[in-house]
């Protein structure tokens, strides 16, 4: 049963609040009794409202409430695909990934998950982030199909220097828009330090040759063995192409001058990992230290222990929290038995009389306010090592990076880690999709880019309360026992089963919860349901230009002037939706695309 009331007398009451204490009563009675009250408006159906924004205050809701994807260097449409996955919709969770993130494979392997810290889920008092970077990896596991576009040539020939992960994300972003695009690889395998830089146990070769061929697939032509040597080299290449994009990366391990590292026994971490992951070194590792900070030093203590060493120390100038790695990585390699030494820095590589390494002196640092480090008088202190390896960090060759006579404001363009420095492998798709934007704008005759907010009515989130007390779903992983096979990937992935459980734990930030004013009758049937202190009785309020909202929070029922729903405690049950006696909570969908301005 439904009891329907004109909206102007909803208002009438309304601004008569004595008497509307009594209607509340009588709506409150009702709602209980299973009938429900509605203000009678003359609109369309909102269930099937969809609709496309370009408002600023629209674009800012998705930066400010779905932190996950502003974290993003891609802005994937991460709740979009976890929802997916929840309803057990593989294939539309990989396609999402597949178009934003070009390679879901790969980066839900060794993605640096800026996503995860910026996960509502994980705030203060709500438990542990979702593991979104997991479910990347099972959307790949079990909905990867080919792409299959309709491609309509444009004529325009585009050269790529480079098949790591910015000139691949290019060559893809171009040939969907109907370029001819030719990739020239100096190594005999396309992927840069994915193939090579990162070692099988973390990312088999298949993952990446998988992730590769749905770009090729599209038309591109990876060349291989191709080495650029210098500017004339890109010089004649922009003669033959209406646009060269320099994708080189960052190959070259950063160089140091501590004295003794000529001894034999001393590697630089880029080329220990190239080497190794070659098959090329057979050398016996006894006492091995890795000194660095980031994924490469972690990736070497990793491959030493798979080589045999007997004991492995990852030595860092700064503390544990500040490496450039992720926690997960952190935890993998010490359930190895890798060991860490925070604040010391390497002074001398001490030799033989044969010039063999025999161990490193170092000395502890501490760390000044501003974050700098000094070392401190009189701690110097050596440890024991057969091998050392340096993993400081990786430069663009230089041979090449002399660019200056190149006329950059033509048709030449750098991309990725060769022109921002070593970075992440998520970094550097962003890049190379942001410099494919940049030669399309070039090359054609729109004026640039425009994002869109497509806002879409819909009933429910499908989200339930109890989702809130599952634990992080812990990754499946090869036993300890056999973790020394060579090129075993310790990381098995979830199974459906468990893909789907992780994936409920999602907030789904992408929906927003809105209370109409003019249709509201104050009942506080929501906030009676709510298992979160997530809607207010609010006064005093105030909308500013940029859509902050401020007011003060009332607990004074004759003071009312609005229920408001706080997205940041929001835990998207519909709890709220579905007490309402009135109808006057919606719920939109909102998603991000970008599009092209002609």
């Keep these: 049963m439904c009891i329907l009331i004109k909206l102007q007398d909803c208002e009438i009451l309304?601004?008569?609040?004595?008497?509307?204490?009594?209607?509340?009563?009588?709506?409150?009675?009702l709602a209980k009794e299973g009938i429900k009250w509605n203000c009678k408006m003359e609109t369309e159906n909102r269930d099937n409202d969809t609709y496309v924004s370009t408002d600023k205050l629209d674009r800012k809701w998705i930066d400010v409430n779905i932190p996950c994807s502003t974290a993003c260097p891609v802005?994937?449409?991460?709740?979009?695909?976890?929802?997916?996955?929840?309803?057990?919709?593989y294939k539309t969770a990989y396609r999402i990934n597949r178009m934003e993130n070009i390679m879901p494979g790969v980066l839900g392997r060794v993605c640096d998950r800026p996503c995860e810290p910026a996960c509502?889920?994980?705030?203060?008092?709500?438990?542990?982030?979702?593991?979104?970077?997991?479910?990347k990896r099972a959307a790949a596991d079990y909905g990867m199909r080919p792409v299959n576009p309709e491609i309509k040539s444009n004529g325009r020939k585009v050269c790529i220097i480079g098949a790591g992960p910015a000139g691949l994300t290019a060559a893809n972003d171009l040939a969907l828009k109907g370029y001819q695009v030719t990739i020239l690889e100096q190594f005999d395998q396309p992927g840069g330090m994915l193939r090579y830089?990162?070692?099988?146990?973390?990312?088999?070769?298949?993952?990446?040759?998988?992730?590769?061929?749905?770009?090729?697939?599209?038309?591109?032509?990876?060349?291989?063995?191709?080495?650029?040597?210098?500017?004339?080299?890109?010089?004649?290449?922009?003669?033959?192409?209406?646009?060269?994009?320099?994708?080189?990366?960052?190959?070259?391990?950063?160089?140091?001058?501590?004295s003794g590292?000529?001894?034999?026994?001393?590697?630089?971490?880029?080329?220990?990992?190239?080497?190794?992951?070659?098959?090329e070194l057979d050398i016996p590792l006894e006492n091995v230290i890795v000194i660095g900070g980031g994924f490469t030093a972690v990736d070497c203590t990793r491959m030493s222990y798979r080589m045999g060493a007997k004991t492995i120390t990852l030595a860092c100038r700064r503390m544990k929290k500040d490496m450039y790695?992720?926690?997960h990585e952190l935890e993998v390699m010490e359930s190895e038995g890798i060991d860490t030494i925070s604040l010391a820095s390497a002074v001398t590589v001490l030799s033989n009389d044969e010039g063999a390494v025999t161990g490193v002196k170092f000395v502890h640092n501490s760390i000044n306010e501003n974050r700098s480090k000094t070392p401190i008088d009189g701690s110097e202190f050596v440890m024991e090592a057969d091998t050392v390896i340096f993993a400081v960090g990786q430069e663009a060759d230089e041979k090449v990076a002399e660019t200056e006579s190149v006329e950059l404001k033509n048709n030449f363009f750098v991309a990725g880690d060769y022109r921002n420095g070593s970075s992440t492998v998520i970094e550097a798709v962003a890049d190379g999709r942001k410099v494919a934007s940049d030669v399309h704008i070039l090359l054609s005759n729109i004026k640039g880019?425009?994002?869109?907010?497509?806002?879409?009515?819909?009933?429910?989130?499908?989200?339930?309360?109890?989702?809130?007390?599952?634990?992080?779903?812990?990754?499946?992983?090869?036993?300890m026992r056999d973790s020394k096979i060579e090129n075993k990937e310790v990381e098995t992935g979830y199974s459906k089963e468990k893909s789907v459980v992780e994936a409920k734990r999602c907030y789904l930030c992408h929906y927003n919860f809105q209370i109409d004013i003019s249709r509201c009758i104050y009942c506080l049937a929501c906030i009676d349901v709510m298992p979160v202190d997530c809607i207010k009785m609010a006064k005093d309020i105030e909308v500013f230009e940029d859509g902050n909202l401020n007011y003060i929070e009332t607990k004074n029922w004759s003071e009312v002037e609005a229920i408001t729903i706080d997205n940041d405690k929001c835990i998207r049950c519909g709890n709220c939706v579905r007490a309402c006696p009135v109808d006057c909570i919606s719920v939109s969908k909102y998603k991000i695309e970008t599009i092209e301005k002609k």
């Design 197 to 258: 830089g990162i070692p099988q146990f973390r990312l088999p070769y298949d993952v990446v040759a998988e992730d590769v061929k749905s770009i090729t697939d599209l038309g591109v032509t990876i060349k291989t063995n191709a080495r650029v040597e210098d500017v004339s080299d890109i010089e004649k290449l922009k003669e033959d192409c209406d646009a060269v994009i320099l994708a080189g990366g960052c190959a070259i391990p950063k160089h140091t001058s501590i």
């Design 120 to 135: 509502r889920h994980g705030w203060d008092g709500l438990g542990d982030p979702v593991s979104i970077c997991f479910l």
């Design 325 to 327: 790695v992720g926690a």
């Design 261 to 279: 590292i000529d001894s034999k026994g001393v590697y630089w971490g880029l080329d220990f990992m190239i080497a190794a992951n070659r098959e």
């Design 449 to 479: 880019y425009e994002d869109t907010i497509h806002i879409s009515e819909v009933k429910d989130a499908g989200r339930k309360r109890d989702y809130d007390f599952i634990p992080v779903q812990p990754m499946d992983t090869t036993p």
């Design 14 to 29: 309304k601004s008569q609040k004595k008497n509307f204490k009594l209607f509340y009563h009588l709506i409150s009675f």
């Design 75 to 89: 802005m994937t449409d991460i709740p979009g695909y976890i929802q997916a996955i929840k309803d057990g919709d």
